[in-house]
C-alpha cells in the first residue's frame, strides 16, 4: 500500500487585534513512506542526544529565543541543535507547503478561519493528482488548536478518500518537529522583509545565515 504522511504544525492563536502575534502560519510536511528516513532519524537522535537532549522534541521558536527548555544553553549549543534539525530536513525526501495570514486583514476569527479553509481545500483540489497517486493519506496532528483540526477533517475528507488523521506526541515524529521549524522559518521570512525580527532573532542569526535557511526550506515546496 502507497501512504502518504502529512505532518501539521502551527504558529500563532486568532485573535486578529493582537500586537505582539500579527501573523498566522500552518505549515504541511509530505513525506512518502516508501522512502525511508530510518538512517536520517538516527544520525539526528545521536545528534541530539551528544548535545545532552536525548529522547527530546526540538522546538524551534524557544530554541532561538532562549527560551525553555533552553535558557540555560549557550548560543553554540542551540545553534547546534538548530543546524542538526535543518540538515535533517534538508536531507529527508520531503515537499512542504505553508499557508501564511496577516491577520489584520480579517475582520474576525470566522474570517480567518473561512479564508484557511478555502485556502486548504483549492490546494488539494490543485494537487488531486498528487493526493490520490496513494491508497492512504494519513495525517499527524498533535490537536494543538481545534480550529485546525476541524479544517484538517472537513477539507481533506471533501475530496479525498481512505484519510486518517492522527493525534500525535511532538517527541515521537521527527517531520512533526520539521514542520514546527518550517513555521518558525516562514515567521521569520516575513519579519525579515518586514524588518521586524527580535533582539533575540538578530543574535541568532546573521542576516545572511538567515536567508540560506529561508531559501533551502522554500527549495522543498510543492
Not at 479564508?115 to 498533535?142: G, Q, T
Request: charged fraction near 25%.
Amino acid at each position: 500500500m502507497k501512504e502518504l504522511s502529512i505532518f501539521v504544525d502551527e504558529s500563532g492563536d486568532f485573535d486578529v487585534e493582537s500586537k505582539h502575534s500579527p501573523y498566522y502560519v500552518f505549515s504541511l510536511v509530505f513525506h512518502n513512506q516508501s522512502k525511508s528516513i530510518k538512517n536520517e532519524i538516527d544520525i539526528l537522535n545521536s545528534k541530539i542526544a551528544y548535545l545532552g537532549f536525548e529522547n527530546h522534541a526540538i522546538h524551534t521558536e524557544p530554541l532561538i529565543r532562549k527560551e525553555s527548555p533552553y535558557q540555560n544553553e549557550t548560543w553554540e549549543k542551540r545553534r547546534k541543535i538548530f543546524y542538526s534539525l535543518y540538515l535533517f530536513a534538508w536531507k529527508c525526501p520531503i515537499k512542504i507547503h505553508s499557508f501564511i495570514y496577516k491577520k489584520r486583514e480579517y475582520k474576525n476569527k470566522n474570517s480567518l478561519v473561512s479564508m484557511m479553509a478555502r485556502d486548504l481545500s483549492a490546494f488539494i483540489r490543485d494537487n488531486l493528482e498528487m493526493f490520490n497517486s496513494f491508497d492512504k493519506v494519513k495525517v499527524y496532528y498533535d490537536n494543538g488548536q481545534n480550529e485546525i483540526s476541524n479544517i484538517l477533517n472537513v477539507s481533506l475528507n471533501s475530496f479525498l478518500q481512505n484519510v486518517e488523521i492522527a493525534n500525535v506526541k511532538p517527541k515521537n515524529y521527527k517531520l512533526f518537529q520539521v514542520a514546527d521549524f518550517v513555521c518558525t522559518i516562514e515567521l521569520l521570512n516575513i519579519k525579515n522583509e518586514a524588518k521586524t525580527l527580535s533582539k533575540s532573532e538578530k543574535g541568532f542569526f546573521a542576516t545572511k545565515d538567515l536567508k540560506t535557511y529561508i531559501k533551502a526550506i522554500h527549495n522543498k515546496r510543492i
